[in-house]
């Protein structure tokens, strides 16, 4: 079986050609970074009309290096939501017209689930299987959760951001800081140069109960630290330590709220599972790290995709559809996309978190 994955939530174009032996036949990528550089963060309007200018080219580049032909595939998928509604209006109508072409099924992935079932693709650290249940952190520009993942579409939400999600607030410091965007990459290479103990900054939520988030004090915060250096231009070392210190006390949080999560987790299911981090920020090299602390002083496994496959990817859109297939599921084409899309629609609602929850 093989399936190809459309994803245009954001700034990618994304397709992919997985199979179900976990194979990753294709998987192309066109950035927009470039295009949205200038103004510190994704424009949705840019973002839109720059899929609908490669989005025939890149489905056609990742079926060729596959060498395949959409008479092979079992099925076309593509991110339905949660993300920006231009680009999912515009992943999703090529998929459902190569779908009908071709006389397919069509599978509208939620954009989330597909983050989280990544390491079932990918495997753990010695390769096997993921199975189910395990705990997920999922961390991204627009999003962080923990949750119990019980199965396939079967999410249980332990916490989630009142306010800025992690990645969101990576980028707002690098606009700060004049690091350009994306911002976590950035901050993460100029942390390694700084001192992380020098700027005082608080950790929000820390040792409250629960597995909420927050990390909007943390942002204003830096700001205020940056306004009140000297006059001029901020010098490199003050930068570096800056990002040093923000990634410090950004990890404390994870911490903190991880720890609370796993114990929670622990009574959900007893028998355990992995910690499994998931999104574009569990790219960072240095927060996986302190994670891993954590999970092996519980005695756990922690479990990340490939940084390429953190980021948002046409593969993990791919695989989500085969897991869909394999169970008998698929979208008719009267699917409308969605803007929002919890993974745990069942969650009480946050106060002050709004749909983000």
Not at 42 to 67: L, N, S, T, W, Y
Request: hydrophobic share 45%; with cysteine.
């Amino acid at each position: 079986m093989i399936v190809l994955g459309i994803e245009t939530s954001c700034d990618e174009t994304a397709a992919a050609v997985v199979n179900d032996d976990r194979r990753i036949l294709s998987n192309i990528v066109r950035s927009q970074h470039d295009a949205h550089q200038p103004y510190g963060g994704v424009v949705p309007e840019i973002a839109a009309r720059a899929h609908v200018e490669v989005v025939d080219e890149i489905v056609h580049q990742a079926m060729a290096q596959a060498g395949a032909e959409f008479g092979d595939l079992a099925g076309i998928a593509a991110t339905g939501g949660p993300g920006l509604i231009g680009g999912v209006m515009v992943g999703v109508m090529t998929a459902k017209a190569i779908a009908y072409r071709w006389h397919r099924p069509f599978i509208a992935v939620n954009h989330l689930e597909a983050h989280a079932l990544t390491v079932r693709l990918t495997g753990g650290g010695d390769g096997r299987n993921v199975a189910f249940p395990y705990l997920l952190l999922l961390i991204s520009g627009g999003h962080c959760q923990l949750l119990a993942v019980e199965g396939l579409g079967q999410f249980r939400r332990l916490g989630t951001t009142v306010d800025d999600a992690l990645g969101e607030a990576f980028d707002k410091m690098a606009k700060m800081l004049g690091l350009g965007y994306p911002g976590g990459p950035a901050i993460e290479a100029r942390a390694a140069l700084g001192d992380d103990q020098r700027f005082d900054l608080p950790r929000p939520m820390r040792g409250r109960e629960g597995c909420h988030f927050s990390f909007s004090g943390l942002k204003t915060k830096v700001r205020q630290t940056i306004e009140g250096l000297p006059d001029g231009a901020l010098r490199d070392q003050d930068i570096n330590d800056l990002c040093a210190s923000f990634q410090r006390a950004a990890a404390d949080v994870l911490i903190d709220r991880c720890g609370h999560a796993l114990s929670e987790f622990e009574c959900i299911c007893p028998d355990g599972g992995p910690l499994v981090v998931a999104g574009g920020v569990a790219a960072n090299i240095y927060l996986n790290g302190r994670l891993k602390e954590l999970t092996d002083s519980h005695g756990i496994d922690l479990i990340a995709p490939p940084p390429a496959l953190c980021t948002d990817n046409g593969a993990m859109i791919a695989w989500a559809g085969i897991e869909h297939l394999k169970a008998g599921k698929s979208d008719g084409l009267e699917f409308a996309p969605r803007p929002r899309w919890p993974l745990d629609p069942t969650a009480p609602p946050v106060a002050y978190a709004g749909a983000k929850a």
